[in-house]
């Protein structure tokens, strides 16, 4: 079993609208979560960080789930640079050890 | 402005080749990865280090060794290049458990 699994996608939403994305961590021991983006051939740069208490960004909002242990990103108003692979990213209660989902492909359409 | 640079964006080896990935960062971290990117896979974790001459085998190890010798170099060798070590090969850099900054990626294609 993986240890953080998301939806590959793609989502094909258009300019303006609200999409929302999940993703399931197996290891309760997690400690830290993050929301990176990467753009086609370029490398992941964090998004956000997902606070216990959930945290806000502009039109970006994170949630964290721990007891279903999963953590979400809501993206409002979705933009044309907005298009791009989302990847969730868990930390163990080692900071050496980063979990990476596969990463969510989103698609914003005029 | 942090910064992780990778010593070559694309890379192509023969089958059996030695092949060296270096990565430099210039933030002064103690913690850096090296990983690899396949789709469909995500980044799995090849090697960290925590320190000079400290490393610890990630998910993936087989086929794969580094070195750290000073503690802005980390460099990702592969003994005997082979076809399945195609990928696209990510080092990176933090100081803790928070952010994690990325070099650009070196795209490997072994023949």
């Known amino acids: 079993r993986k240890e953080v699994e998301q939806d590959p996608g793609p989502f094909n939403v258009p300019e303006g609208a609200t999409v929302a994305f999940n993703c399931t961590y197996s290891?309760?021991?997690?400690?830290?979560f993050f929301w990176y983006r990467q753009d086609c051939r370029k490398e992941p740069k964090l998004l956000m960080s997902?606070?216990?208490s959930g945290n806000e960004d502009g039109r970006f909002t994170a949630q964290l789930n721990r007891a279903s242990q999963y953590i979400s990103l809501l993206i409002r108003d979705s933009k044309l640079s907005d298009s791009a692979t989302y990847l969730c990213?868990?930390?163990?209660?080692?900071?050496?050890?980063?979990?990476f989902g596969s990463g969510t492909k989103l698609n914003v359409k005029p | 402005d942090v910064k992780v640079t990778q010593s070559s964006r694309y890379l192509v080896k023969r089958t059996g080749e030695k092949v060296f990935l270096e990565c430099v960062q210039d933030?002064?971290?103690?913690?850096m990865f090296w990983y690899r990117q396949d789709p469909g896979l995500g980044l799995r974790l090849i090697y960290f280090s925590y320190d000079v001459k400290m490393k610890e085998k990630g998910d993936i190890p087989e086929g794969y060794s580094v070195s750290r010798e000073k503690k802005e170099r980390f460099s990702l060798i592969l003994e005997s290049a082979s076809t399945n070590q195609t990928s696209m090969y990510l080092c990176?850099?933090?100081?803790?458990?928070?952010?994690?900054?990325f070099g650009p990626g070196t795209r490997l294609t072994v023949l």
């Open positions: 990213v868990v930390n163990l209660y080692n900071f050496n050890k980063f979990y």
């Open positions: 990176a850099s933090t100081l803790g458990p928070d952010t994690q900054y």
């Open positions: 997902v606070y216990s």
């Open positions: 290891n309760s021991a997690s400690q830290s």
């Open positions: 933030m002064d971290h103690e913690n």
